[in-house]
């Protein structure tokens, strides 16, 4: 049998410095997702764990999920171990653990270069023809599958920090094929694309979509098509350690690349922004042409974004005809 104490401990082993409200029923911490400074807005309620941050709206009915997602395997087995008797843990663990799969008869297209169905072969034949090699294949681990809603698709899976899948993208080879991609079925805002490939002490490029990853280097993720938000893993890794950013988006979504720049200088991470030149995005550039447009990233500031600004009210006065 646990007692208060107990808990007190092991919040403190996992969140660090905490602060207690009256009569020990609420354990406030620094939040795990946006605790970027030493304000404890993160609030547990001893008696059944359920928690909030009145920051950014992180919550749980207990602390399973965010130990899962924040922390360690092994904090979390404690946890379980320790304080399993209330059965909310043991279902939220259940919905948490629930293991996502690849596509039916998935196979890797390097394990089929010698087929004879003309489907797969034009498959094998797309990724050639975007520049990538046998090399690339394998490390991206690209594949087809026997799913008849996969038909004619690359699939390219992403795998966590620990190496499990956690995602995966399938993207029609056909121009004319809807919808151009088919995604797992699992919240993107809870996942960091192929996070197992990342260093998160060294400068992360973040890209548009999966397939831009091809051309760059190891250390890149994806914001999967949407924004950076508060309340995703991908904010929260950088957040966590102060990781500098280079933001390579579409050349489509440049107001929303200076809208996560901002957001991320506000909180003191360095950025700059890598510059597409004539290309759409990074997957039109060869992967040389992606070194070198890195090479050339520059810091964003707020001055750079109010310039940013000022470009755009320039553009539609000289759109309509009308002069500053």
């Known amino acids: 049998m646990h007692t208060l104490s107990d808990k007190i401990r092991f919040i403190e082993k996992c969140f660090g410095r905490y602060e207690l409200g009256r009569g020990s029923l609420n354990a406030a911490v620094k939040c795990p997702n946006c605790g970027y400074s030493d304000k404890k807005k993160f609030v547990i309620r001893t008696s059944d764990d359920a928690c909030h941050c009145w920051v950014c709206g992180l919550k749980g009915k207990n602390l399973a999920p965010i130990i899962k997602r924040y922390f360690s395997q092994q904090l979390l087995e404690e946890y379980i171990h320790v304080f399993g008797a209330d059965k909310l843990i043991s279902a939220d663990l259940e919905k948490i653990e629930r293991k996502l799969m690849l596509p039916t008869g998935f196979k890797l297209l390097v394990h089929s270069l010698k087929t004879i169905d003309p489907d797969v072969r034009s498959t094998i034949e797309y990724v050639k023809s975007r520049g990538l090699s046998e090399d690339d294949m394998w490390f991206h681990k690209f594949g087809t599958s026997v799913d008849y809603s996969m038909h004619r698709r690359v699939i390219m899976p992403s795998f966590d920090l620990e190496g499990r899948l956690n995602y995966y993208v399938a993207r029609s080879i056909d121009i004319k094929t809807k919808p151009k991609y088919l ?90 922004i890598l510059p597409l030149n004539d290309r759409h995005d990074v997957g039109e550039m060869t992967k040389i042409e992606f070194h070198r447009a890195k090479s050339e990233a520059e810091g964003w500031s707020r001055d750079t974004g109010l310039l940013y600004r000022i470009s755009k009210i320039s553009s539609r006065k000289l759109l309509t005809g009308s002069s500053l």
């Open 183 to 272: 995604n797992a079925g699992v919240n993107k805002q809870s996942i960091v694309f192929n996070e197992m490939n990342i260093d998160w002490k060294k400068p992360v490029t973040i890209v548009e979509g999966p397939f831009d990853l091809t051309k760059c280097d190891k250390n890149t993720s994806c914001v999967l098509g949407s924004g950076l938000s508060d309340n995703s893993l991908l904010f929260a890794r950088i957040m966590q350690n102060m990781t500098p950013v280079i933001l390579a988006l579409d050349s489509d979504m440049q107001d929303k690349q200076q809208r996560i720049a901002k957001k991320l200088d506000e909180f003191g991470i360095d950025v700059k």
